[in-house]
């Protein structure tokens, strides 16, 4: 029996066996008369346990958009079938095939001699399938003196001096500061001006289709994208300036991997 004498509890032998020596108590009032002596340990291991209980599990929608965001931001090399499954866990590898499954997400090969496609959001295909097409999305795109090229009707500028660069970048200041055009200086001294959806449409495209093929010429891609040769030539000096590409020999570009 427990005796309470000023601000101490004297156990007898059999109570203070049921209590480890060392360890902290908190006694709490259950009813009238009946106390609780909890252990402080056993308190918070309980609430750490509750805790977790109650902490919202991340749901499958979440999960989803997990794996359609890493599929919008990703490098199309970095897509492929396979390569990019080894990237996700494995509640996120569960999301991707119910993608797939419910075509929310599909597997898009650039030509069908490749063994592997690419994951693809249906969403973003609709909405490049939705932008106007430019003449330099055409393979057989006659082909023009410099100043005919238009970023109305082709995408792009072709700048043949320093002084024009500097003329371009100030007329379409607005649309480069906003991130619509890009621009870049080609080794053969030319400047390039290019509306970036054009460009983001098909760098990935031109990327994966060489890390299938890692020495191309620009007839070989043109003809593969469906792209006019200059078009292709503007994108892949913007790859040479990643890292990505290097020219081994005129219009011959090799895949960096």
Do not use: W
């Amino acid at each position: 029996m427990a005796k309470v004498f000023g601000n101490n509890i004297v156990l007898n032998t059999e109570e203070t066996a049921l209590l480890t020596e060392g360890h902290e108590f908190e006694l709490i009032p259950n009813q009238k008369g009946v106390f609780l002596l909890i252990e402080k340990e056993a308190i918070k291991e309980n609430k750490e346990t509750q805790q977790l209980k109650t902490k919202k599990p991340l749901s499958t929608d979440e999960e989803k958009q997990q794996v359609i965001g890493l599929i919008r931001k990703g490098r199309l090399s970095d897509l492929v079938e396979g390569k990019f499954e080894s990237t996700l866990n494995e509640k996120q590898k569960k999301a991707l095939l119910e993608l797939v499954a419910t075509q929310q997400v599909f597997v898009f090969k650039l030509n069908e001699t490749y063994k592997k496609g690419v994951y693809r959001v249906k969403d973003d295909t609709k909405t490049e399938e939705n932008r106007e097409k430019k003449e330099s999305e055409d393979f057989n795109a006659k082909e023009k003196s410099f100043e005919e090229y238009t970023l109305e009707k082709d995408g792009f500028l072709v700048i043949r001096s320093k002084e024009g660069a500097s003329s371009a970048s100030f007329e379409h200041e607005k649309q480069i500061r906003e991130g619509h055009l890009k621009g870049i200086k080609s080794f053969d001294g030319n400047y390039y001006l290019i509306q970036t959806d054009l460009l983001d449409n098909y760098i990935n495209k031109i990327l994966l289709s060489m890390s299938q093929k890692n020495i191309q010429s620009i007839e070989e891609l043109a003809s593969t994208n469906k792209i006019s040769k200059l078009l292709v030539r503007i994108i892949c000096e913007f790859l040479k300036d990643e890292g990505e590409l290097m020219e081994k020999k005129k219009e011959t570009y090799q895949y960096i991997k």
